[in-house]
């Protein structure tokens, strides 16, 4: 039987737990909650002396440890802590209905979002022909730009995550390549189109795959469906670090990353036209409202859809004929 009173440690450890077992989130977001809840448990016990039992954590003791971040953290870093003990005590109303919620009220610090970089849908083409001009080792260097050919089609032409990308298998391909099956944010699947010129670049990857194995051994990864020069499953950071190279080599950005491919990729597709609903299901958006916040219009589009759309815009014309 679950103690009335835990520690917040104890209780804390079970939150964990559900996490990892009940909702089978990925292993960096349980880590992630983890560590927040764990802050607030060491921040509470140097005040205390001792261990903290969960009825003794009130408003008082939360605003406490939020001006202690206050004073190194930014107010993004400070939001995603807030959050996560939220979904903490969420998680610990829904097991005890009657217990209070402490972190119910508390002032989320406003986050300054930047601009997130986008280019032009030119300059994106460009990128995808970067590999063909990249100094690699000559044994592998055919199998290698096929490779960042294809990683960079699946990232920009289908808006993945670089841990969806990652994650991808050889059998994630339908058998007539035209849908890819996705594992997303909590462990969700999806369906997402391949276009052509991606369709293309797997098909010249494929045959050029056997070659990346390890010199030695001969050892390669049999499931994965992007590998490395030693035939390992490629990496998060490995993707970065390509990212990185290609954006220095075709734009003349080294701080390119995986993620800027994927919001180039929704706000290309707002430009050419396409609803809003339909790029919240491509890219796997549990709200709408987290599209709306990779998404944005350029000055260009926003004004064709005013003289479009607008009455008064069109009344203007009326009046100038």
């Known amino acids: 039987m679950a103690e009335l009173d835990p520690t917040l440690t104890q209780a804390i450890a079970g939150f964990v737990r ?28 140097r005040r205390s002396g001792q261990p903290v ?9 939360l605003r406490a440890w939020l001006g202690e971040l206050a004073r190194e953290l930014s107010s993004g870093s400070i939001a995603r802590k807030l959050a996560s003990v939220r979904t903490f005590y969420r998680y610990l109303r829904r097991a ?73 298998d050889l059998d994630a391909l339908s058998e007539e390549r035209d849908q890819l099956s996705v594992l997303g ?26 070659l990346l194995r390890h010199p030695r051994t001969g050892y390669q990864d049999e499931r ?3 590998l490395g020069r030693r035939g390992r499953r490629l990496g998060v950071r490995q993707v970065q670090h390509l990212l990185r190279r290609h954006g220095a080599l075709a734009l003349g950005r080294s701080d390119l990353h995986p993620h800027a491919l994927r919001h180039m990729c929704a706000t290309h597709m707002l430009e050419g036209g396409a609803d809003l609903r339909v790029i ?3 890219l796997g958006h549990e709200s709408l409202s987290t599209t709306q916040r990779y998404t944005h219009l350029s000055v260009e589009r926003l004004l064709q859809v005013y003289d479009r759309a607008h009455p008064l815009a069109a009344a203007g014309k009326r009046a100038r004929r």
């Not at 559900?18 to 977001?29: A, K, M």
């Not at 119910?104 to 032009?120: E, I």
């Not at 391949?194 to 797997?202: E, F, I, T």
Request: aromatic share 4%.
């Open 185 to 210: 944010k909590g462990r969700k699947e999806r369906l997402v189109p391949v276009g052509q010129l991606c369709r293309n670049a797997l098909l010249a990857y494929l045959p050029e795959r056997a």
């Open 224 to 226: 994965a469906l992007l």
């Open 18 to 45: 559900h996490l990892q077992g009940e909702r089978r989130v990925s292993p960096h977001t349980s880590a992630a909650y983890g560590r927040d809840l764990a802050q607030l448990a060491a921040f509470l016990e």
């Open 53 to 61: 039992r969960l009825s003794q954590v009130e408003k008082p003791e």
């Open 96 to 168: 005890e209905p009657g217990r209070d919620n402490p972190a119910q009220g508390l002032a989320t610090p406003r986050v300054k979002r930047p601009l997130p970089l986008v280019v032009r849908a030119e300059s994106a083409a460009e990128l995808m022909t970067a590999p063909a001009a990249a100094a690699v080792s000559p044994e592998l260097a055919r199998a290698l730009q096929l490779r960042d050919r294809l990683l960079l089609e699946l990232l920009y032409g289908c808006g993945l995550r670089v841990s969806e990308l990652c994650r991808l």
């Open 280 to 282: 919240q299901e491509f």
